[in-house]
């Protein structure tokens, strides 16, 4: 079992240590949450920085498909765009990471040999998480075994909402040691599902009790995903999180982030909450593939002073 | 100019408003009558932007004998005005909000230049409460027979208002829609150090097509104020400023049949218990006392924070100082912007450089300042006593002061242990200790869980030394009627 980070080890002892640490934790008024992340959205970006943003943020995306109809060419023409995602311009960066359901990660792998784009897959019966343990962990270890860089987990978001705190510490224990030492594990809270922002800083400090290597918002499969508010709260939390363990988690909102506009709105976030340990890919991502297109083209703007369009960039 | 947050490499670019929407003249007349004319003394006075010292004006100076001729304006004006129907009344206040509406961008420039808070603020407070006062006095005009004032009540007269130069337009707004609405006409002071935005109102005024002599605008020093204050056909004073001032005119008004209120200085308690939402009570403690660089009179100034969260609370705020960005307040990225006048800054500096000799510790985030203009860093001063100068007097700048308290009686005791009673804070998770704390505070306005959140529906005033009467709201028209 991973052991938690010495000041906190305690508070996992038994579910009434755990419940009583969550619910110890401070509140988050609502009203004052979502006024701070419409002011942080409110800063001017422009020329230098704006050229800066749009690089670290493509720097910071997650190429996404998870899809059933996915086939074989669709994750390889994926892999190749993470890798060089503007043919006219190879200065563009390459993206994070290209993520894939675990039975195409072995082609993923292949579409970015070479590069320093990661593979991460979806394992833990994504995205609903309605399955036994003991198959959600089968998952994780084939995409391991197939070279996943990292793995998006879900949590059982019925357990926490049934207020059983140590099921789900103990199932993200339990993933977390079937990534082993080579993955890094990104837990998804399904934040559209927990309903309050005080569930959400529970999930949160939870998921890094128990040894999540990043906090991500969620799916992208469900009505209400990222938000500038859930997004400026998770960062509070693993700001404080590194003040009392000093381990250091990184931040993934994922769906619904489709703008460069919005994009650069989240990087303020990160800058002004957490603060710039937290400014690039290995502790901030995006999960968000039609966003890539949209900073594509801003970049291509920049770069020529004229607005391009759709046909300008490739489609996948 | 601006200060980076040294936490970051994400350095924002600088992203000024242009200064191109307003054009501001090389001088400018006093508004009376519907017309723009020079002080009878030919006196003029400048008016210098506060973050670069340049001068951006030449203002006629009024006197006592144009306080007198604004008067008589304003009591011929007022047998036509009061006797128009409250809907005819109506348009010409709706016509007036919707103007500022579609010319807010070009005074919000203005009042950043001549004032020297941020255009964030001016741009996202400051007009659109502006408008939203006119709008909402409108609405009332006509329907002043169900304010709860009578069937038909009457308007006073001739009232004479001067304004503080924190807000200058708001604080314009504030006097002159409730007035107006009721059917008084006004010769209102602005301060010396922002009269711009009253004079763009003026020619608002007349791009309204407001009957002449219904609004008229003395820019002017003290000498000015006090003329109109006494003047003895005026029947209705209102005043926002200094307590000292406050007094003054109080005296001067005594054993007359004028009517008076005042908005007076306050010392802000902000409670912030061990159950708060930290993170939300950090952003509500900057906004109570960094807001227009603390230059509010219902500012947050005394943080009582409770002993057991002190220190975590006192870390996450000094976190947060740190990125507060600081310079040229046209720029849209700006937090804090210039003192407004050289002469306030020396106060700012003269009290907190009594708070560090009367033992308090001093803290401020690394912060450059720019070379010209009036600058103060944010500031806080932990380690406070209620008997710390600096816990008593309001010192209407960035800086705050931390004292402690371990009950809720040992919190409300300190609250309210103050000459003062303008504002004050309530941060818990517990909606019981909300009511049971707010309803024991004196003070005029108890935010809970928020702080410096204004709305014209809301009425605003103090308690003590910070004042009488109240504006905003139904309670704002019993100023201006005879009830």
């Not at chain 1, 006219?88 to 590069?115: F, I, L, N, Q, W």
């Not at chain 2, 005594?254 to 209120?261: H, I, N």
Request: charge should be neutral.
């Amino acid at each position: 079992m991973p052991t938690t980070a010495p000041p906190l080890a305690d508070v996992t002892a038994s579910d009434s240590t755990l419940r009583r640490f969550l619910h110890g934790l401070p509140g988050v008024d609502a009203v004052g949450l979502e006024a701070r992340a419409a002011s942080l959205g409110t800063r001017s970006i422009k020329t230098t920085a704006k050229a800066y943003a749009i690089d670290l943020a493509i720097s910071m995306v997650d190429l996404t498909t998870l899809e059933g109809a996915d086939t074989p060419g669709k994750v390889r023409a994926l892999g190749a765009k993470a890798v060089h995602p503007d043919p006219t311009d190879r200065t563009a960066p390459a993206t994070a990471a290209v993520c894939v359901y675990p039975d195409m990660v072995a082609t993923a792998k292949e579409a970015v040999a070479g590069s320093a784009v990661k593979v991460a897959s979806v394992a833990t019966a994504f995205p609903a998480g309605r399955a036994p343990l003991d198959i959600k962990l089968a998952d994780v270890r084939a995409a391991v075994a197939a070279g996943a860089d990292e793995i998006d987990m879900v949590i059982d978001r019925g357990a926490f909402l049934a207020g059983k705190y140590l099921k789900v510490y103990d199932e993200i224990a339990a993933v977390k040691e079937a990534c082993g030492s080579s993955a890094r594990l990104k837990v998804i809270f399904e934040t559209g599902e927990l309903s309050t922002y005080d569930n959400i800083r529970r999930a949160s400090w939870l998921g890094m009790l128990a040894g999540a290597d990043f906090i991500k918002t969620s799916t992208g499969k469900v009505a209400v995903n990222a938000t500038p508010a859930n997004t400026l709260l998770m960062l509070e939390a693993v700001r404080d999180f590194r003040a009392q363990t000093g381990v250091q988690v990184g931040v993934k909102p994922a769906g619904g982030i489709r703008t460069s506009k919005d994009a650069i709105k989240f990087l303020v976030l990160v800058n002004e909450t957490a603060g710039g340990d937290w400014l690039d890919n290995h502790w901030f991502r995006f999960g968000a593939s039609s966003l890539l297109n949209d900073l594509l083209m801003q970049r291509q703007k920049l770069a020529t002073g004229r607005y391009s369009g759709p046909d300008y960039v490739t489609v996948d | 100019m601006n200060t980076e947050n040294p936490l970051s490499p994400f350095a924002y670019a600088p992203a000024p408003e242009s200064r191109s929407v307003v054009d501001i003249a090389p001088s400018y007349g006093l508004f009376v009558d519907g017309e723009f004319t020079e002080a009878a003394d030919g006196k003029v006075f400048k008016t210098v932007s506060p973050s670069t010292e340049e001068v951006l004006s030449e203002v006629a100076q009024a006197g006592e004998a144009d306080v007198d001729r604004a008067v008589k304006a304003a009591r011929k004006a007022f047998v036509k005005w009061s006797a128009l129907p409250g809907s005819e009344r109506a348009k010409y206040l709706f016509r007036i909000a919707r103007i500022v509406q579609e010319r807010s961008r070009e005074l919000a420039v203005l009042e950043t230049l001549d004032n020297g808070k941020p255009i964030r603020e001016t741009r996202d407070a400051d007009l659109p409460l502006v408008a939203a006062h006119f709008f909402y006095y409108a609405g009332w005009a006509d329907k002043l027979g169900h304010a709860g004032f009578g069937p038909s009540p009457k308007p006073l007269g001739v009232a004479g208002q001067v304004i503080p130069w924190n807000f200058p337009l708001l604080m314009l707004a504030w006097k002159i829609a409730p007035a107006l609405a009721t059917g008084n006409t006004v010769v209102l002071k602005p301060a010396e150090t922002t009269p711009l935005s009253a004079l763009f109102f003026a020619d608002i005024c007349r791009q309204a097509g407001l009957p002449k002599g219904v609004v008229n605008i003395l820019p002017g020093y003290g000498d000015a104020g006090a003329a109109l204050v006494a003047h003895p056909d005026v029947n209705k004073v209102a005043f926002t400023g200094s307590t000292a001032v406050g007094k003054a005119i109080a005296r001067t008004v005594a054993g007359t049949d004028k009517k008076l209120t005042l908005e007076l200085g306050g010392k802000g308690a902000n409670i912030v218990f061990d159950d708060a939402p930290i993170d939300q009570a950090v952003e509500g403690i900057v906004n109570g006392i960094f807001f227009n660089q603390g230059q509010v009179c219902c500012a947050g100034s005394r943080l009582l924070v409770q002993e057991s969260i002190h220190d975590e609370l006192l870390d996450s705020l000094k976190r947060r100082l740190s990125t507060l960005r600081l310079g040229d307040p046209l720029d849209k990225n700006t937090d804090i912007g210039a003192i407004n006048s050289a002469e306030q800054l020396a106060r700012i500096t003269t009290l907190a450089d009594q708070g560090e000799a009367e033992g308090a510790e001093r803290w401020s985030p690394a912060c450059e300042l720019p070379e010209s203009g009036y600058w103060f860093a944010p500031t806080l001063f932990t380690g406070v006593t209620q008997a710390h100068t600096i816990a008593r007097d309001e010192i209407f700048g960035p800086v705050l002061s931390v004292l402690t308290f371990r009950t809720p009686d040992e919190a409300v005791a300190k609250a309210n242990n103050t000459p003062y009673g303008l504002s004050a804070g309530i941060w818990t998770e517990k909606g019981s200790r909300i009511l049971a704390v707010a309803s024991r505070l004196r003070a005029g306005v108890v935010w809970s869980n928020t702080f410096n959140k204004f709305d014209p529906t809301s009425p605003f005033g103090g308690y003590k030394e910070s004042g009488f009467g109240r504006e905003g709201g139904r309670h704002g028209l019993e100023a201006y009627l005879d009830v």
